[in-house]
């Protein structure tokens, strides 16, 4: 295997990974480490400048998916019970629909 097939492999498993949880890979985890220190070893090159281009671009997709920002309470019509956090967004409680 390749260290571009590793790479990539590594890519695909941080992305299934994001899009199943949610969230980030977790230190405390002992099966979410190997893909946490991936991410974070990546991001460093990154942003010292030795990454390659194209895996510029290619991880540029998943940091979008990690900066997703939490969606404001003022865009959703509330029904039932709801969590308010640091005031500015919502936990998801029984059902919540997004405003028109």
């Given at each position: 295997?390749?260290?571009?097939e590793k790479w990539l492999k590594n890519y695909e498993?941080?992305?299934?990974?994001?899009?199943?949880?949610?969230?980030?890979?977790?230190?405390?985890?002992?099966?979410?480490?190997?893909?946490?220190?991936?991410?974070?070893?990546?991001?460093?090159?990154m942003n010292a400048g030795l990454l390659k281009a194209?895996?510029?671009?290619?991880?540029?997709?998943?940091?979008?998916?990690?900066?997703?920002?939490?969606?404001?309470?003022?865009?959703?019509?509330?029904?039932?019970?709801?969590?308010?956090?640091?005031?500015?967004?919502?936990?998801?409680?029984?059902?919540?629909?997004?405003?028109?």
């Amino acid at each position: 295997m390749t260290q571009e097939e590793k790479w990539l492999k590594n890519y695909e498993e941080a992305m299934r990974f994001l899009n199943e949880n949610k969230r980030k890979p977790s230190r405390y985890v002992a099966e979410e480490r190997n893909i946490r220190n991936w991410w974070k070893a990546t991001k460093k090159l990154m942003n010292a400048g030795l990454l390659k281009a194209e895996r510029v671009k290619v991880l540029e997709k998943l940091l979008e998916l990690e900066t997703r920002k939490p969606i404001p309470i003022s865009t959703f019509i509330l029904c039932k019970s709801f969590t308010v956090i640091k005031n500015r967004h919502i936990s998801i409680g029984m059902q919540i629909r997004k405003a028109a």
